[in-house]
């Protein structure tokens, strides 16, 4: 299609033509097999291929983040309720004279 024609206008009718389409220069194309070449990660991604890698690269880095995150909370949470429990059974086991510890 090389122009368009614009309908339901008070004016005059006019051709639209295609211009910027023709002169714009195609991609070059990747051999198959073949990783693109590495880009800056402040660039864009110049494929879609590279801005999957992208984002699966860094989903897996913000998870990692998360687990060691929660692995450090939950560690922490069982230590606090470890000795909360060693401090009862002191407190009980000794008819209640060493509560105050």
Known sequence: M???TVFD???QVKRVPW???SEA???PVQEAGKPPP???AKQPPQT???MARRAKDQTAEQIQSADAKAKEKAKTLGENIGDA???TWRCVTSLFT???E
Do not use: L, N
Request: glycine share 12%; hydrophobic share 20%; charged share 35%.
């Open 2 to 4: 090389k122009g368009g």
């Open 9 to 11: 206008c008070d004016g």
């Open 19 to 21: 211009s910027a389409q």
């Open 25 to 27: 220069q195609p991609a």
């Open 38 to 40: 590495a880009a800056d």
């Open 48 to 50: 879609v291929e590279e």
């Open 85 to 87: 429990t060693k401090k």
């Open 98 to 100: 060493r509560c105050s």
